[in-house]
């Protein structure tokens, strides 16, 4: 591990030279598309050309690098993340995929291997979708599920997609030729930090990711009578207020007892109108349920909103359930997972697997290509937050992991995977 250390400082010192790149002079903040997020792109492309990748900024702002191997007709291994950010953000979700996928060919290339396949390393520029309300905007582009309706979406200061992508160098009408064809994925690998206190807990630098959380967001309309606070009877009321609040406790209460990794939340609150000598009318809520199993999830959902329905009838509310988004479980691939686990076992760590609760860009990939993910340890679990931190020691360990991982892919990729 020791000779890993050196390339772990050179990770850190790029997280934080990507860190000193924001939108705002306090935090870090890069959503797509703006002055912040461009240089960002700049730097990764400038580090991608000196290690010696073939390197090119797609149609919609994604920054790709190629290492070509030499067999012709190779399929291609894409190591990828995310660097654009949340507002006032931590600096290691996104960049680190990033970075440590450069480290990793550097790494190859400066030793003079060679490998079986192509190597695409990619920085997605939107992951988030902090700017457009929509995550993926990169990796869909990528794995060629992009929906032009997108297009047409504006920001909150009204400038549209299309106009963001054209002020910044791209194409819109290039956008569906910027995907790998499905029959040239040979596979996606993806590191992030766990954004979780798992590892944390477990006292563990890095796991093994075997899914990643389907996930029902819904938004939920209690509406009742508005009345004034001292002149309506308690026994003659439609308060949506407490319905909300009676709904809220039982999500958690339901969530709590599944005991299927089902993971429920409210999250925002909206009450009309309100004021302190007013009994609420309207509440409007938001519920995010999220599972690793489809049929789990699904039945957590159908639950919820029979709940909320009988809560509304018992209190003579009106009920409005709409889902707003929704997102199927990833399974990673299983073969991948073999390798990786092989490949942490080998490092002399033990094999957890997790799940993760986070979407990533691997969702959309799994459309197209088999996907792995690494997760590596980060202080308390925090993330999304400025103090976001990962330890030196665990990038080496992921490093080590990561290489070995590489080079379990190229000896098996010899047969057929
Ligand atoms: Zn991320």
Request: with cysteine; net charge negative; glycine share 10%.
């Amino acid at each position: 591990m020791t000779g890993t250390m050196p390339r772990a400082e050179k990770i850190l010192s790029r997280i934080n030279e990507l860190a000193s790149v924001s939108e705002a002079a306090k935090g870090i903040t890069r959503r797509y598309g703006t002055a912040a997020a461009v240089e960002a792109g700049e730097k990764v492309r400038g580090w991608m050309r000196a290690a010696g990748l073939r390197v090119r900024v797609d149609a919609i702002g994604n920054i790709r690098g190629i290492w070509k191997s030499e067999n012709a007709g190779a399929d291609r291994l894409v190591i990828a993340s995310h660097i654009d950010t949340v507002i006032d953000a931590g600096r290691w979700d996104g960049p680190l995929g990033v970075v440590m996928g450069l480290d990793l060919l550097e790494n190859i290339i400066s030793s003079g291997r060679k490998l079986p396949f192509d190597v695409e390393l990619i920085a997605f520029c939107d992951e988030e979708g902090v700017r457009f309300h929509t995550t993926y905007l990169g990796s869909k582009v990528v794995a060629g599920s992009f929906e032009r309706d997108m297009l047409d979406r504006k920001d909150g200061e009204g400038v549209s997609l299309r106009e963001v992508i054209g002020m910044i160098g791209g194409n819109v009408e290039a956008l569906e030729g910027d995907a790998i064809p499905p029959d040239q994925w040979l596979g996606y690998f993806e590191i992030h930090i766990e954004q979780g206190p798992v590892l944390y807990e477990k006292k563990a630098p890095v796991a093994l990711v075997k899914g990643i959380a389907g996930q029902v967001r819904a938004e939920v309309v209690f509406k009742g009578m508005a009345g004034h606070a001292g002149t309506v009877p308690m026994d003659m009321r439609k308060d949506a207020l407490c319905g909300a609040a009676a709904f809220i406790l039982a999500v958690e209460e339901l969530a709590a007892r599944a005991g299927s990794g089902l993971v429920a939340t409210v999250g925002k609150l909206q009450i009309a109108n309100a004021a302190s000598n007013v009994i609420p009318g309207e509440v409007v809520c938001s519920v995010d349920i999220r599972s690793a199993d489809e049929v789990v999830l699904s039945q957590g959902h159908l639950q919820l909103k029979e709940l909320c329905e009988a809560i509304g009838a018992q209190r003579a509310l009106e009920v409005i359930w709409t889902v707003v988004q929704s997102s199927s479980p990833v399974v990673c691939d299983g073969r991948m997972n073999e390798l990786l686990g092989k490949s942490i076992r080998r490092a002399g760590y033990e094999v957890l697997e997790l799940v993760s609760g986070a979407g990533h860009d691997a969702v959309p990939i799994s459309a197209v290509s088999p996907v792995c993910m690494l997760f590596v340890r980060c202080y308390k679990g925090i993330s999304h937050h400025p103090q976001e931190h990962v330890e030196t020691e665990d990038l080496a360990a992921a490093i080590v992991v990561a290489d070995e991982f590489i080079h379990q892919l190229s000896e098996i990729w010899k047969y057929p995977l």
